[in-house]
């Protein structure tokens, strides 16, 4: 019998919980021998078919040599961070689903991990179901990737899909979302596109090998967005997606950021909806490839944070190709980077067209939508001075 502990019942660690007893032949088949939940984690003990297991003390955990591997879904920095540091120094095993710690304190627990010969695995963290971080660190190892971006936080793409679908209202949609188990303990991490910037600096981190640190990263949600834009950009082909997105720049170093965009129709990306995730690779071998999956949830998240236990056991030493190395100051602005930018204005077509010569109107009344050539974000920034901005987005094409 193989034991493993959970830290935090909450949504993710309540599924692994099913997980582990409702698929208990076929993950023995793969391990072995039989997997048991031995303890969880509390705050306070609840009555709860699993009360048995439930303790108080991290020391039960953190001292019982029969614990091999410790799911952390406890989220946020402190507690996680510090038990986890103490595990993985005892020579424990950690996966985690906690994208706030990966993005904050990944080098230095992967260090950990490294000095005990141990593995830190976090599948979970970025895309619910998704084996993405999988395809970066194993699967597209031949490539060099150029590229990573996506929907990445279900939230989003949950509440926007409602309003824009079904005409719900922001507030209701956010409360189903959190029904559902989709979203934050605080889910202004979801509106406000953090939650997608850090599962956008993890990617880029395993994506480049280098770290990229979320502070630097601008991170735009949807709460500031208007179904009036949305209106107009699904009228001129294109859907409105919350995107993270990291990519090499032509002169070396890295970028990184989330902004809702508006996504062509021609790409898969805009018909993504719902609480599904999307997350496209660049290779400079594959090219494109896309990942696809539910991005939120207890069943989807259970499945990477079960699926990486049965991975640390099986493969029980560190894995070099799991980690990144210090931010080298490489990181470039996203504002460098060109695109096409879609802007409604307080103006007329010509007001749009004298600001940034050549334009495409989509809409033209009291205010003017319209779609610019590609320029930069400093551009955009710098040619719009002018004009009385209402909204501003790039364009995906
Ligand atoms: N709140 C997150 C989301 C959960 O909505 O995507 C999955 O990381």
Known sequence: MIS??????????????????????????????????????????????????????????????????????????????DYTRQLLAAGKHVVTANKQLVAEKGRELLQIAKEAGVNYLFEASVGGGIPVLHALTQTLVANRIDEVYGILNGTSNFILTNMTRNGAMFEDVLRDAQAKGYAEADPTADVQGIDAGRKTCILANLAFGVEVTPEKVPMEGIAELSLKDVGIAEAAGYGVKLVGRTLRMPGGGRTAYVAPHLVSRELPLSNVEDV??????????????????????ERPTASACVSDVVEALQNPKYRPEIGWQQDDGAFVDPAQLSSRFYFRIAGSAADAAAAFGQVEVLSESEETAFLTESVSGEQADQLSQPLKVLARMRVLA
């Open 4 to 81: 493993i502990a959970i830290m935090g019942l909450g949504t993710v660690g309540t599924g692994v919980v099913k997980l582990v007893e409702e698929n208990a032949a076929s993950i023995q088949r793969k391990l072995g021998e039989p997997l048991q939940v031995k303890s969880i984690l509390m705050r306070r003990i609840k009555e709860s078919p699993y009360q048995s297991k439930m303790t108080l003390k991290f020391a039960d955990i953190l001292e019982d040599p029969e614990i091999r591997v410790v799911v952390e879904t406890i989220g946020g920095v402190e507690a996680a961070y």
């Open 276 to 297: 599904f995730n999307a997350v496209v690779v660049r290779g400079n071998a594959t090219e494109e490839v896309m990942f696809y999956g539910r991005g939120a949830g």
